[in-house]
């Protein structure tokens, strides 16, 4: 059976690194940033997978800038890497996939461009696209959002998630604007209600802020995965606590060994 | 020389950046002679059975992959598809053949809620042999990344060096002599993947 996944999602605009409370953004760093201060070599040793999303507030985005600096960013890192972020066309599907991404996530497009969506489906595999649905929830009703959460689509929770389904996704990932980057915890009762709808992994993200949250999260037995951006609480050694206290709490994540007896 | 077969399916430069990360040359190739003049055939692979055998073929690659595994006796190791493409044939698609190196066929997961298909993520590799040189100094149950939809089942167990649950047993790895299989991608596997790719390379 597979395990359960931890993944941190890098969020990137043109050369830096962003942290995001509510979509909106702030800069934090750029990539020598990332790996004096982050050591991004040793985060991506505590991490299942990692995401690298384009958050360019732009309505065309520079996607072979954002694949020359992803191909350097994922250079020394060996685990599955998902990245999007304002694809319109095979050719970025292309550029991205070419710099090194093992999967594209893809938002805007699920309602704007469905021909694209099953296009890329079908020539890379449904194993190869993440659907990104972005929601909010106020008042105990949910609204769908795209680009980057500024323009609001015009169908219900339950009819997006069908329609990433029926466009092919292998998986979804699901954030709530509502709680970004607020370190209140996720929506769980939210991503709960997408597991009743679908039968497609889901990627629980928005508003993880320590490790007690993440456990609440991964424990629920429908759900596969959990994200966090948080570049802050979750600095060097975080993560990999992170991953002791899942453990402890008797969720098995996958383990590897140290990266020193690698080498003979 | 160490090389990677470009056949036009797979995520080359992953293997090549884990190669780069051990230390060890290598290169990217999609011609006879150089396959033949290799010391390490890396063969990777994502996508589906048929149109990569067909690509193999288009390119003349069948031929020199065969001298150079049987003949020459160089060390392969398949991933993922790759190691799907060293089988007799495959279900997938019009029943075309592989490349026959490893007796057995290639079949499909059947549908199952619990256990998802594609299977897609990380998960435990238990040994059948203990004393395989492609896992040495790795624990038995480790974990590795896998995202696929068929499995090998080869015709002799004799081949079979490690199995996977997925609400059946599953072959995860293989090797005949110098050949090797394996069913997960080693260069997504983290330290546990990167291990291994160096056992291969260092294997006499």
Redesign the interface.
């Known amino acids: 059976?597979?395990?359960k996944?931890l993944i941190f999602t890098l969020l990137y605009d043109l050369d830096n690194f962003m942290l995001s409370r509510n979509f909106r953004l702030q800069k934090v760093g750029d990539l020598s940033w990332l790996k004096e201060y982050y050591d991004f070599n040793s985060i991506?040793?505590s991490i299942?997978e990692l995401v690298v999303l384009n958050v360019e507030r732009n309505k065309d985005k520079n996607i072979l800038k954002f694949s020359e600096n992803l191909?350097v960013l994922?250079?020394?890192c060996?685990?599955?890497v998902a990245a999007g972020g304002g694809i319109k066309s095979m050719d970025d599907a292309y550029n991205i996939l070419?710099a090194?991404a093992?999967k594209l996530i893809l938002n805007t497009a699920l309602y704007r461009q469905k021909n694209l969506v099953r296009e890329i489906v079908k020539t890379?595999?449904?194993?190869c696209l993440v659907a990104s649905i972005d929601f909010k929830n106020e008042n105990k009703e949910k609204k769908i959002f795209s680009e980057n959460g500024a323009f609001e689509e015009p169908l219900s929770f339950k009819e997006a998630i069908i329609n990433a389904e029926e466009l092919g996704a292998?998986?979804i990932y699901l954030t709530s604007m509502t709680k970004d980057g607020t370190g209140q915890g996720i929506d769980v009762d939210s991503v709960f209600e997408a597991t009743t709808i679908t039968?497609l992994?889901i990627i629980a993200s928005g508003g993880i802020g320590n490790f007690k949250q993440i456990f609440e999260v991964i424990r629920v037995n429908e759900i596969?995965a959990i994200s966090t951006a948080n570049l802050f609480n979750f600095m060097s050694d975080a993560l990999s606590d992170a991953r002791l206290f899942v453990e402890e709490n008797g969720i098995s994540l996958?383990?590897?060994?140290?990266?020193k007896?690698?080498?003979? | 020389m160490v090389s990677i077969i470009d056949y036009g399916m797979g995520n080359l430069k992953s293997v090549r950046n884990a190669l780069n990360y051990l230390g060890y040359e290598s290169r990217i190739i999609d011609n006879p002679v150089d396959i033949l003049n290799s010391s390490r055939l890396i063969l990777p692979g994502v996508g589906a059975f048929d149109k990569a055998m067909i690509n193999l073929n288009n390119k003349n690659l069948i031929e020199p992959l065969n001298k150079a595994v049987l003949s020459l006796g160089i060390p392969i190791l398949g991933i993922c598809l790759g190691m799907q493409l060293l089988a007799s044939q495959s279900e997938e698609g019009d029943k075309i053949d592989g490349l026959a190196l490893i007796p057995g066929k290639v079949k499909k997961f059947k549908q199952d809620k619990k256990y998802k298909i594609p299977l897609m993520g990380f998960n435990e590799v238990n040994f059948i042999k203990n004393d395989n040189k492609l896992f040495e100094g790795i624990e038995n149950h480790s974990d590795y990344y896998f995202v696929h939809s068929y499995h090998f089942e080869p015709e002799n167990n004799a081949d079979i060096i490690a199995k996977t649950f997925h609400g059946i047993e599953f072959v995860s790895s293989v090797n005949k002599d110098n050949i090797f299989g394996t069913q997960f991608h080693p260069e997504k596997s983290q330290s546990n993947g990167l291990k291994l790719i160096n056992n291969f390379i260092r294997i006499k």
Do not use: C, Y
Request: no cysteine; aromatic share 8%; charged share 30%.
């Open positions: 059976m597979v395990k996944r991506t040793n299942d191909s994922v250079e020394n060996f685990i599955p070419n090194g093992d890379f595999g449904s194993q292998g998986e039968n992994p596969d996958a383990k590897w060994q140290d990266v007896l690698v080498k003979n």
